[in-house]
T-cell receptor, first 109, second 119 residues
Framework: SQKIEQNSEALNIQEGKTATLTCNYTNYSPAYLQWYRQDPGRGPVFLLLIRENEKEKRKERLKVTFDTTLKQSLFHITASQPADSATYLCALAPPLDIFGTGTRLQVFP | GAVVSQHPSRVICKSGTSVKIECRSLDFQATTMFWYRQFPKQSLMLMATSNEGSKATYEQGVEKDKFLINHASLTLSTLTVTSAHPEDSSFYIC???????????????FGPGTRLTVT
C-alpha cells in the first residue's frame, strides 16, 4: 500500500538557520507533491506544490525539492523565524490524496 | 486565496445525540470536498470524499451510516455524526478543491476545523 513517511520527531533549530524537513514515500508515483503548514487546533494551509518533472521550486524563504528516483522531497525554510514554528505536512496527488503525519518544527530565538 | 469556513468551531454534545458540521467554500465553487478527522499529534485521516450532487465515497473502516455526508451544492457540504459516542470525540476538518485542470486543481483549501467533544 502507499505510504508516506515524515520524521516524527520534532525538529528544533535556532532562529536564522535553515530548517530542512524530509518526506519519503513508497509504492506510489505521484504527479505532484505538496507541502502544507498546520498550526495547533487549525486546519492545514497550502504552501507549495511541485510537479514530478520539477526538481526544485521556491517561494520566498521556502524551497522544495522532488527526487522521483529516491522518492523523496525536501522542504527547506531559510532564515527561519520563531513564527515558522508549526507542523509541516507533505501530501501526494493524484489520483489519491495522501498526507504524511507531519513534522513539528520549533524555531527558538 | 480561497477560503473555506466550518461551523461550529467547537461543539460539546451528549452521548447518543447527533451533531452536524457545516463546511462552506466562500469564494469559489468546490467540486470536491473532503472530510478528515485528526486525533492529537496524529496525521489527518481521510474519512470520505464527496462530489457535488453525488454520494460520498467513504474510506475503509468509516461507517457511512454513522458519518452522514451531504454535498448538496457547490459551496456547502455537511457532516453529521449520528448517535455520537465519546470515542467520536476528535478534530474534524473539511477541505475543498475547485476542480479544473492542472496542478493547482489538486491544492486543497482547508477549513479551520471543528473540535467535537462527546460527553
Amino acid at each position: 500500500s502507499q505510504k508516506i513517511e515524515q520524521n516524527s520527531e520534532a525538529l528544533n533549530i535556532q532562529e536564522g538557520k535553515t530548517a530542512t524537513l524530509t518526506c519519503n514515500y513508497t509504492n506510489y508515483s505521484p504527479a505532484y507533491l505538496q507541502w502544507y503548514r498546520q498550526d495547533p487546533g487549525r486546519g492545514p494551509v497550502f504552501l507549495l506544490l511541485i510537479r514530478e518533472n520539477e526538481k526544485e521550486k521556491r517561494k520566498e524563504r521556502l524551497k522544495v525539492t522532488f527526487d522521483t528516483t529516491l522518492k523523496q522531497s525536501l522542504f527547506h525554510i531559510t532564515a527561519s523565524q520563531p513564527a515558522d514554528s508549526a507542523t509541516y505536512l507533505c501530501a501526494l496527488a493524484p489520483p489519491l490524496d495522501i498526507f504524511g503525519t507531519g513534522t513539528r518544527l520549533q524555531v527558538f530565538p | 486565496g480561497a477560503v473555506v469556513s466550518q461551523h461550529p468551531s467547537r461543539v460539546i454534545c451528549k452521548s447518543g445525540t447527533s451533531v452536524k458540521i457545516e463546511c462552506r467554500s466562500l469564494d469559489f465553487q468546490a467540486t470536491t470536498m473532503f472530510w478528515y478527522r485528526q486525533f492529537p499529534k496524529q496525521s489527518l485521516m481521510l474519512m470520505a470524499t464527496s462530489n457535488e450532487g453525488s454520494k460520498a465515497t467513504y474510506e475503509q473502516g468509516v461507517e457511512k451510516d454513522k458519518f452522514l455526508i451531504n454535498h448538496a451544492s457547490l459551496t456547502l457540504s455537511t457532516l453529521t455524526v449520528t448517535s455520537a459516542h465519546p470515542e467520536d470525540s476528535s478534530f474534524y476538518i473539511c477541505s475543498a478543491r475547485g476542480g479544473g485542470r492542472g496542478p493547482s486543481s489538486y491544492e486543497q483549501y482547508f477549513g479551520p476545523g471543528t473540535r467535537l467533544t462527546v460527553t
